[in-house]
């Protein structure tokens, strides 16, 4: 069974920097596209980024701007760093794990970030 579970959200003042986590549990790791999405009040689940197993990253828009992604195959966990933060980026953020083979798509829990003065 699938579980991702994210962590390191949190309030920061605009123009700070955050980093959220996801740990990936019951899968082979290496066979899933991994990604953060978000979703702010109101407002439909968008995509923030994706990376393959390979490191290959693609990142939705100009999202890539201040927000990098990346994972570490060995501890089974991907990472969104996000910088210059701004008050718009209030969200809840989303691990998502997409699997080569059959696109089962699986989802964390979220984990909320705040930026606020």
């Known amino acids: 069974q699938v579980q991702l579970v994210e962590s390191g959200g949190g309030l920061v003042p605009p123009g700070g920097s955050l980093r959220v986590s996801c740990a990936a549990s019951?899968?082979?790791?290496?066979?899933?596209?991994m990604g953060w999405y978000r979703q702010a009040p109101g407002k439909q689940r968008e995509l923030i980024a994706t990376?393959?197993?390979?490191?290959?990253?693609n990142y939705a828009g100009s999202m890539n701007d201040r927000f990098t992604i990346s994972r570490d195959n060995a501890k089974n966990t991907v990472d969104l760093q996000m910088n210059s933060l701004k008050p718009e980026d209030t969200a809840v953020y989303y691990c998502?794990?997409?699997?080569?083979?059959?696109?089962?798509?699986?989802w964390g829990q979220g984990t909320q970030v705040t930026v606020s003065p």
């Open positions: 998502n794990a997409r699997a080569y083979l059959t696109g089962v798509t699986s």
């Open positions: 019951g899968i082979i790791f290496y066979r899933y596209i």
């Open positions: 990376i393959s197993s390979s490191r290959r990253t």
